[in-house]
């Protein structure tokens, strides 16, 4: 065959020496790998009591954000539905009435805001769509459930409490970029 | 007894240990040894290129993450290029560089995984950890950059989403000093052991001429001993800068597939200590405002860069209307991306060149004649990954 | 001695080894599961008791509430004893090994031994034979084809060892002049162990012991990415249970059995303590002979690829059957010169 680049190295050399033949040496050398290993240091994490760090970018469970004053940022523009391409996010707009101003943040409102985690499949292109700074993916992770009803997140989950907010701030995509939170 | 009476019919699959995604082989046993084999597709079949008909080009990123998920960069940045090369978009040497970094991780990450895993087919589970704890290592990296490990939807269309950050950068030192030694180790344990040599020599052997013709591509065909690389023979993102070596291997036996992929980890690594070393600086991102997502501080202050914003998201912009081609070198071989734009927010029509779905046509002609042992470290040495088979 | 006192003594002396050969069994799945994850930079299951030792305990807990699954097409009765035989016979072949001196308890003297059979070895031979009945019954019960790949792996591989196994042994014997086990013992620790006398032999042996314990890398009876589960594959709940219990045990049997004929069984090597506590030292001994066998067994089935098939019988056959004749001309050679 003719070489079609300059740069072919042939690797693999299936001749075997008289050592090789007789199997024990390449299986004493496998077994002092092996044995070096028994007394190496573990690299197992213990889960449940030991949890490795995520990057501060990690795309886990969603948030929908409040703003400084605990007003729901989310608009219900629907960008994120569109832009998602698992279709795992439903919405239903609303009109803020009189009143409601602290808990709103702009007219238009998400009455109802779904994501079906079974469908998620956390690309993060809701939140990069998203120009409320509404939703973000955080360093969370989905809990499991035997129910599938289960994995249906409405506002009541995904919103944060206002008792409780969600630190996004390390997630520098955004913050970085823009100056204020 | 006529000649099929003692023959035994055996479904390799779908829930076999040894077919690693759902694969199923119908084979005909005459004793231990092979006499017919038909491999069936389409269990995990799930219309990839019909999807991508309806979505805007961003949001097949994530699609591609699921063709070959041992290295979905690849297939993320793969079709990135090929976007780009639609729109006529030009990138520079520094998202280049990163791609080049990113998209050897993966084939590392791929390439680890097939071979340990040939390693457990063939009995010796240890070496499989030894090497898979590595690859945590990869996914951990990837993290860092695209935040998540498995299905990255890295890079967007013009570039990253976002810079490498020093982390990242440490983490990636981090592999190029820790994996060298463990992939030696590795090595002795495998590359010379009587054991694995004759599990492996001789087994699941094609001619460069048959695997030419079935249209072989990537390691398994390089295993034969055609130095083709798609890097080396059509650079795309400035391949044509580093330095690198094509192994090849001799017959195309398991064995010569085993040491190309050991070959080209090492020859990855090179090319990344290399990346990494000259990796310019600049933006991570091309100047494409009809493309790339404008920052989000723009999108409040400036009127243009908010409807940017709302019309790449709605997938509205203008595309050139056209065909091209555009293939990587994926970790399993040339991965194509043909893509027909009538000019909509969405292709007129995808298709996706997978390397896998070329090797299981092959694998019959490869294991019959062979025993049944041989039939299962021939398909793992093949690197025939499901998701990438059946799209 | 009364009769009465014979059988009263040899009954609980074989309550006790069959009690020791169960509990190191069940170790032995725990020791496994542990080494194999050092080995393999892991830490191995932890979460039962103190260090998962309580694991073993959970894992026949488990093999007991298991669903009791017999196939519908299979043959149920032979199905059944499939897994007992393998059991049983794994049991059986403890008795002739002398676990130690005689210990003197009352002005008695108690034999470590159940039973000093004058061909002891004769009787190991022909106990690990029928084990493999148990695997190929149980795998054709089973009605499922990869089952019966394993089976006609297992039937041929054993087959193949036994000879390889038994020429390297009557190497041993001729070195000995004795077929008992507990002679062979007393000889070695009279003069040298045999190991220094037939290294060639031993290897043989070892070697055949892995083979014969389908044991990596010759465990192509049960090759997990080959053939599912071999011969258990249809086997659930507790009798799939017996068919792991007696591969440990096998195992544990096959170190004793090494340990007293090539390391001086229960011979303290360099020490020369007399009385009960000797005995006991030397039984002490000898069980950590076996461990220290047990642990080469894990060992290398964490590091080897297996063969294949036709591969291993080229070895059998073309390799260690040469051999062991070999081994056997030149000690044969070496005892007339002498």
Not at chain 2, 215 to 235: K, Q
Not at chain 3, 172 to 190: C, N, P, R, Y
Not at chain 3, 280 to 308: E, H, N, Q, S
Request: with cysteine.
């Amino acid at each position: 065959m003719k070489s079609l680049t300059h740069r072919a190295k042939r690797v693999s050399n299936k001749r075997m020496t008289f050592l090789e033949k007789l199997y024990l040496p390449a299986i004493l050398g496998g077994m002092w790998i092996t044995i070096r290993h028994f007394f190496k240091k573990k690299v197992t994490i213990k889960y449940p009591e030991q949890v490795r760090e995520f990057s501060p970018v990690f795309r886990g469970l969603h948030v929908l954000k409040r703003d400084d004053t605990g007003a729901e940022r989310c608009t219900a523009c629907g960008l994120c539905a569109v832009a998602c391409p698992a279709e795992a996010i439903t919405m239903d707009a609303a009109e803020r009435v009189h009143g409601e101003e602290s808990m709103y943040r702009e007219e238009k409102y998400a009455s109802r805001y779904d994501i079906n985690m079974l469908r998620c499949i956390f690309c993060g292109l809701c939140e990069e769509a998203c120009p409320k700074q509404a939703i973000f993916l955080t360093d969370r992770i989905v809990p499991a459930s035997a129910r599938r009803d289960d994995f249906v997140w409405g506002k009541d989950r995904l919103v944060e409490p206002l008792t409780h907010r969600i630190d996004i701030s390390k997630r520098h995509f955004y913050y970085k970029q823009q100056g204020k939170p | 007894m006529t000649h099929s009476d003692h023959l035994v019919t055996v479904n390799l699959g779908p829930t076999h240990p040894a077919t690693h995604g759902i694969l199923q082989n119908v084979i005909q046993l005459d004793g231990e040894r092979i006499v017919s084999a038909v491999p069936t597709i389409g269990y995990i079949h799930r219309a990839f290129e019909k999807l991508a008909e309806h979505r805007p080009y961003y949001q097949i990123t994530p699609i591609t993450d699921r063709l070959n998920y041992c290295s979905s960069p690849i297939n993320n940045i793969g079709w990135e290029l090929t976007v780009e090369k639609l729109l006529n978009v030009q990138t520079s040497q520094r998202i280049d560089y990163m791609r080049v970094i990113i998209m050897e991780l993966a084939r590392i990450a791929d390439h680890l995984i097939c071979n340990s895993i040939l390693g457990v087919d063939s009995g010796a589970f240890s070496g499989f950890l030894y090497l898979f704890q590595h690859r945590e290592l990869i996914y951990e990296i990837y993290e860092e950059i695209c935040g998540t490990r498995l299905t990255t939807n890295i890079g967007r269309i013009g570039g990253f989403e976002r810079d490498f950050s020093d982390i990242a950068r440490q983490k990636i030192q981090k592999f190029l000093d820790i994996f060298p030694p463990a992939l030696k180790e590795f090595e002795s344990l495998f590359n010379r052991n009587r054991i694995f040599m004759d599990r492996t020599i001789g087994v699941g052997a094609i001619s460069a001429e048959r695997a030419l013709n079935y249209g072989f591509t990537g390691p398994n065909l390089r295993a034969t001993g055609v130095d083709y690389d798609v890097r080396a023979l059509t650079p795309y993102s400035s391949y044509s800068d580093f330095d690198f070596d094509i192994p090849i291997g001799e017959s195309g036996d398991t064995y010569d597939r085993f040491m190309v992929r050991n070959e080209e980890m090492w020859q990855s690594l090179r090319i990344i200590d290399q990346a990494l070393r000259r990796l310019p600086a600049g933006p991570y991102h091309v100047d494409v405002p009809e493309f790339y997502l404008p920052p989000k501080s723009d999108v409040y202050e400036y009127m243009e860069a908010l409807i940017y914003h709302f019309k790449i998201v709605m997938g509205e912009i203008p595309v050139p209307v056209g065909d091209v081609y555009h293939s990587v070198e994926g970790a399993n071989g040339e991965l194509g991306f043909y893509l027909i734009s009538d000019g909509g927010r969405t292709p007129f029509r995808l298709h996706f060149r997978r390397p896998c779905f070329v090797y299981y046509q092959a694998f019959p002609e490869m294991v019959i004649g062979s025993l049944l042992s041989d039939a299962v470290i021939t398909m793992s040495s093949l690197n025939v990954i499901a998701g990438e088979l059946d799209a | 001695m009364s009769i009465y006192l014979f059988l009263i003594e040899k009954t609980i002396l074989s309550l006790v080894i069959f009690a020791i050969t169960l509990s190191i069994a069940m170790y032995s799945t725990l020791a496994e599961r542990k080494f194999a994850a050092f080995f393999q930079d892991r830490i191995g299951p932890n979460r039962a008791g103190p260090f998962g030792l309580l694991q073993p305990l959970a894992d026949g807990l488990k093999f007991f509430f298991k669903e009791e699954f017999i196939p519908a097409s299979s043959d149920k009765i032979l199905f059944v004893l499939g897994p007992a035989i393998a059991m049983i016979m794994s049991c059986m072949s403890g008795a002739v090994i002398p676990w130690g001196k005689s210990l003197i308890i009352g002005g008695h003297p108690v034999s470590l031994q159940i039973t000093d059979l004058n061909i002891g070895i004769l009787y190991i031979f022909a106990v690990v034979s029928f084990g493999v009945y148990g695997v190929i019954l149980g795998a054709w019960a089973s009605n499922n084809k990869y089952a019966l790949l394993s089976a006609i792996r297992a039937s041929s591989q054993m087959i193949s060892y036994e000879i390889a196994m038994g020429l390297a042994l009557i190497a041993l014997v001729m070195t000995t002049g004795t077929l008992s086990l507990s002679k062979i013992v007393e000889s070695q620790a009279a003069s040298h162990w045999n190991i220094l006398l037939q290294p060639l032999g031993f290897l043989i042996f070892l070697i055949c012991v892995f083979a014969e314990t389908n044991r990596t890398p010759f465990d192509l009876p049960e090759c997990e990415a080959e053939l599912i589960g071999g011969y258990h594959t249809e086997y659930s709940s507790m009798k799939l249970g017996f068919y792991l219990f007696a591969e440990y045990i096998n195992m544990f049997v096959a170190s004793a059995v090494i340990s007293t004929l090539y390391f001086g069984g229960y011979d303290v090597p360099f020490l020369n303590v007399s009385g009960n506590i000797g005995v006991l030292l030397g039984t002490a001994c000898l069980f950590a002979k076996i461990f220290g066998f047990i642990f080469l067994f894990m060992w290398v089935r964490w590091t080897v690829p297996r063969f294949r098939y036709d591969q291993l019988m080229r070895l059998g056959w073309n390799g260690l059957i040469p051999l062991a004749i070999l081994n056997l001309l030149v000690t044969g050679i070496v005892l007339v010169l002498n």
